[in-house]
């Protein structure tokens, strides 16, 4: 197994959201092979939060009205 080799973790928004403010706040005074390697996962973790709510929005669509 590598130093790059992939996880599947289950985290909370709530989780997601302190992980990205903790790594923006590591990068203040960091080199460019640091702050680089942070924006990959920044890309990852925000894409993670943005898939699942445009699955949500899509399944949403989905749901026929109800015509009372």
Same mark, same amino acid.
């Given at each position: 197994m590598s130093i790059?080799?992939?996880f599947n973790v ?12 903790s790594l923006e706040?590591? #990068?203040? !005074?960091?080199?460019?092979? !640091?702050?680089?390697? #942070? ?9 993670? #939060?943005?898939?699942? !709510? ?15």
């Amino acid at each position: 197994m590598s130093i790059n080799t992939p996880f599947n973790v289950t985290l909370t928004e709530g989780q997601i959201g302190v992980i990205l403010c903790s790594l923006e706040k590591s #990068v203040k !005074y960091a080199d460019s092979e !640091y702050i680089a390697e #942070v924006d990959t996962i920044f890309e990852e973790l925000e894409g993670a #939060v943005d898939k699942y !709510y445009n699955k949500l929005e899509a399944a949403k669509k989905k749901q026929p009205k109800a015509e009372w």
